[in-house]
């Protein structure tokens, strides 16, 4: 029964993902392209801003994935320590919230004529908006990884807080008889536990930190912007002229993605 989901699945996604490829390396009848030519990834390799892209993208991801993971595994041992049904429902609350909206809350919150620029101003610690601190639209993208950060948190703590379930208190019991501190505890018993969780969650978390548009589209700065933001940008330009390019740009993302799948295959749960 799953085999033809699957089926139609990677049908979709292999021959979208050929098609790039090919139109990255010019062939694309519609446009009239019929020979195989690079130029649109010498293109890439010669443009400064793509490796400031480049730099910035994996930076965001990077961080965002380290943060996400440490508060979310913070917030699964104190979920399991408190054992209240309400408080774990509370944390999934920004689960459902689509990236999109998450982004919006954040733009309306974080930025210098926002809400909490306001309430900062009304409480006399700002003069106004000039005083706020510039969170979003910053070449660093700090606003891109604050709302990755609070939308990933939660997801991540589930996670974790489902192997910690599944964890035996009983091990703990014994390892405190023998004498073992909390800090050894957790390097003994509780890690052990939580690391294929945290580690799948941590990779799906970077891919989509790698490869999502609208988050650094709505709160990221115009230069430099990530790969995702470029790949949209040439891909929707009205010169049909720059769609390899565009293509060779998703080409990369996905090599990354393929990379980073790489890994995780080669250091993941199973080993």
């Not at 029964?1 to 519609?30: E, R």
């Not at 991801?61 to 054992?83: E, W």
């Not at 650094?216 to 115009?222: R, Y």
Request: hydrophobic share 55%; glycine share 10%; net charge positive.
């Amino acid at each position: 029964m799953v085999a033809p989901a699957l089926l139609v699945t990677a049908g979709l996604f292999g021959g979208g993902l050929i098609l790039t490829v090919l139109q990255s390396v010019g062939v694309d009848p519609v446009l009239g392209g019929q020979e195989v030519n690079f130029a649109a990834y010498r293109t890439l390799m010669a443009d400064p801003a793509v490796r400031a892209s480049l730099l910035l993208t994996l930076g965001v991801a990077t961080l965002s994935t380290g943060l996400s993971a440490a508060l979310g595994t913070a917030l699964a041992l104190l979920l399991r320590r408190a054992g209240r049904a309400r408080l774990r429902f509370l944390a999934g609350l920004t689960l459902p919230v689509p990236h999109v909206l998450a982004a919006t809350l954040v733009l309306l919150t974080l930025s210098q004529s926002g809400l909490l620029s306001r309430v900062t101003a009304a409480l006399g610690l700002t003069r106004g908006p000039q005083d706020f601190p510039a969170l979003l639209f910053d070449p660093l993208g700090v606003g891109v990884v604050l709302e990755l950060v609070w939308k990933e948190t939660p997801f991540v703590a589930l996670l974790v807080l489902a192997a910690l379930t599944r964890l035996d208190g009983r091990l703990h019991d014994v390892a405190r008889s023998l004498g073992a501190g909390r800090a050894a505890r957790f390097r003994q018993v509780t890690w052990p536990a939580i690391r294929p969780a945290l580690l799948t969650a941590c990779v799906l978390v970077f891919a989509f930190a790698l490869g999502t548009v609208e988050v650094p589209l709505l709160l990221g700065a115009t230069s430099p912007t990530t790969l995702s933001v470029l790949a949209y940008q040439a891909f929707t330009d009205t010169d049909l002229g720059r769609r390899p390019l565009a293509m060779a740009l998703s080409t990369v993302l996905a090599a990354l993605g393929a990379l980073l799948l790489w890994s995780y295959v080669r250091t993941g749960p199973s080993r």
